[in-house]
């Protein structure tokens, strides 16, 4: 009979292997595919109201909302894509319609909106976003702050064609 | 002497549970906040409350309630904390459907709402099981193994829950609130060693006097 004898050596050499073909396991498909698109988060559709009217700003403003919409597995950015935002601010809740509003990106695929300050709801001050469109998938994020004394929010769409 | 120790354990309770509530009332964030979502919320800081009254009662610890008669309050306080959960989890639902509906199914992206929602299910069994206990005939010492683990889960469920949440309570008294319901569910379960295994099933009352 053999005795399988692990020392440090065979170990490290077992474990390098593993990781190498692990990790190009991990790699290449994402090689492939390219930029993954953005799931959905959990939590992201509460309290969403269809067809939020485009604005220049929601309520008094005072707090921005930002980021991007890039195009899934080749990354570009995706312009005048219409972005829905809405939360609890200073100025209403969630499900109130004056808290709802949506902008446009630009050509940079880059979004920003201003709206009233975000003060925690349910444990957590967080935003909501969503594209809804039709042209990509749908996808609700819901980001949350590091503090609820921030004044600016950060949310990155990655899309998939429908 | 005596009456300074009294006062003292009373006025120290009184203000545990007295000062987060003053200070949540005082929180810039219930400017923003429904009636309906502050009675909701400050039911939630009462049920925390309630949980660090429960042990002190049936420990015998607060003067002018002696075991005996704690026990007594400890049932009615054990009504009040389920009638207090019932009005917390009931001022969310009609605050925010979808975010309740998303605690109560553990698809919340909220660390602290499943600790909330297995701490409700956990004092829902334990009145439950204290309301049926003589019908079901539940033997004490199975009554005190399941009243007790129950016990360990809603003391961990409820203040995890309320450390991990941002909202009108100051961070400070909440963490000493918190530091004192484990605190006293800890002492008493070492005093009236619930643990330990009993001679005879049908065991005396438990090594209290």
Known sequence: ?162 | MRLAKVTLIWAALAAAIGVPIALAATSPQLEWRDPIYILGGFSGIVALALVLVQPLLIGGYLPGLPAYRGRRAHHWIGGALVAALVVHVGGLWITSPPDMIDALTFTSPTPFSPFGVIAMWAIFAVALLAALRRRLGLRPQTWRIAHMTLAVVIVVGVVAHGMLIEGTMETVSKAVLCALVVAAAIKVMIDLRVWRRRATPRGESPARQ
Do not use: C
């Open chain 1, 1 to 162: 009979m053999t005795t399988l004898v692990f020392n440090r050596r065979t170990l490290l050499a077992a474990g390098g292997t593993v990781l190498a073909t692990g990790m190009s396991g991990l790699l290449l498909p994402a090689r492939a595919a390219g930029l993954a698109p953005t799931p959905s988060m959990s939590g992201g559709s509460n309290n969403y109201l269809k067809g939020a009217p485009t604005v220049a700003r929601i309520g008094k403003g005072g707090f921005w909302m930002s980021g991007t919409v890039r195009r899934a597995g080749d990354g570009a950015p995706l312009a005048g894509q219409r972005i829905q935002i809405w939360a609890h601010t200073t100025e209403g809740r969630e499900e109130d319609q004056r808290s709802h509003g949506a902008t446009l990106t630009d050509k940079d695929g880059k979004f920003r909106l201003e709206m009233p300050q975000i003060v925690p709801i349910f444990g957590q001050p967080h935003g909501h976003l969503a594209y809804d469109s039709g042209e990509f998938q749908t996808v609700f994020l819901r980001p949350v702050m590091r503090s609820a004394k921030e004044t600016s929010l950060e949310a990155h769409f990655v899309l998939q064609p429908a």
